[in-house]
């Protein structure tokens, strides 16, 4: 069966958006890439910085309620559904319960074929990511760079501390059937 589904996992800032947009430019077939990020951008006011939905500490840390888990899942029900009817997908995720929310998105992605990648990157290379990006609360890459990978089993990972985008992007295509 062919690949259907890319899972990118990394902390914040480690290059999961890079590897995204190359991997659309060399795999043969047509990608299309979404991620947490644009669950959140989406998101109503009303779930952003409060109990129920998703908040950013002013060190970094992302705390989750119960409302941001129901849509989280809906979203990714709608993401298999998308690939279920033919679309090929690279998600961009940040798996901030390690092994917990691995397991969570392999419920919603049952069925399909899923290559789940690793995206690393030293703390103190993505923290100065984070601070060249500006729009992340400072701390939030160091935080997430090791927590995001306990637990998780991937079928590659790449390192984008010691590997252009571009590079991780060959491997990783190297390995989608």
């Not at 989406?42 to 989750?64: K, M, N, R, T, Y």
Request: charged share 20%; aromatic share 4%; hydrophobic share 45%.
């Amino acid at each position: 069966m062919a690949t259907q589904v890319i899972v990118l996992n990394g902390g914040s800032s480690s290059g999961k958006t890079g590897i995204a947009r190359c991997l659309k430019a060399v795999l043969p077939q047509p990608w299309i890439s979404l991620g947490v990020d644009d669950l959140v951008d989406a998101l109503p006011q009303g779930l952003l910085d409060q109990g129920s939905g998703i908040a950013f500490g002013e060190h970094g840390e992302v705390e989750v309620g119960a409302g941001f888990r129901e849509i989280e899942a809906a979203w990714m029900a709608g993401v298999a559904a998308m690939a279920r009817a033919g679309a090929r997908i690279i998600f961009d995720d940040v798996f901030l319960s390690g092994a917990a929310s691995q397991e969570r998105m392999r419920a919603q992605l049952a069925g399909l074929e899923v290559l789940w990648v690793g995206v690393r990157c030293a703390p103190e290379i993505a923290a100065g990511r984070e601070i060249a990006r500006g729009d992340r609360v400072n701390g939030m890459a160091a935080l997430q760079a090791t927590a995001v990978h306990e637990g998780v089993v991937y079928d590659l990972e790449v390192d984008t501390g010691t590997t252009e985008s571009i590079d991780c992007a060959h491997t990783i295509a190297a390995h989608v059937t």
